[in-house]
């Protein structure tokens, strides 16, 4: 049996919510979580400025609204960056089984340790998630470093 799953769309709708999130002002990171069959089960981006609140990435905002799920082990976290320390632990906690990133090019966060717990993380390299996130790191790199927690 073979499945053809269409990473690169799914991860349009990620870089749609971190277009959003830029629009408002924001950071722009997006994710979404889907099933294997491309359907849509959340969406979200970092809200922080929005806000005000340091919790809100994309994927916690994906995870919420995709409501409760009986399992995660099937569903696939896509987001526009690297997932960070924080949102690696929703991934490993939940049981995720594959994640799929924009790119770890600006921020590798947790992926390394993702890989080593045997979860697949799949890097899809996208110039357009790079250049959007640097774009407003240029622009404010205060924003930026409080999101990561760098002083
Ligand atoms: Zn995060």
């Known amino acids: 049996m073979s499945e053809v799953i269409d ?18 002002g924001g950071i722009p990171i997006g994710a979404a979580i889907f099933r294997h069959d491309g359907t849509l089960v959340g969406r979200g981006h970092n809200r922080r ?32 960056l690297a997932p960070c320390f924080y949102c690696s632990g929703l991934v490993r906690q939940f049981g995720f089984r594959t994640v799929v990133v924009g790119e ?8 390394d340790e ?6 697949e ?8 998630c ?9 622009e404010h790199p205060e924003i930026w470093n409080e999101d990561i927690g760098v002083d």
């Open 130 to 138: 790079i250049e959007l996130l640097n774009g407003f790191i240029t």
């Open 114 to 119: 993702l890989r080593a717990l045997g979860i």
């Open 49 to 80: 400025v929005q806000h005000g609140d340091p919790s809100v990435h994309g994927e916690t905002d994906a995870f919420r609204n995709a409501g409760r799920q009986k399992s995660y082990r099937d569903l696939i976290m896509v987001t526009t």
């Open 121 to 128: 993380v799949i890097d899809l390299k996208s110039r357009e």
């Open 104 to 111: 770890s090019e600006t921020f590798q966060g947790g992926i």
């Open 7 to 24: 990473y690169n769309a799914m991860l349009a709708v990620a870089i749609d919510e971190a277009k959003t999130g830029l629009a408002e």
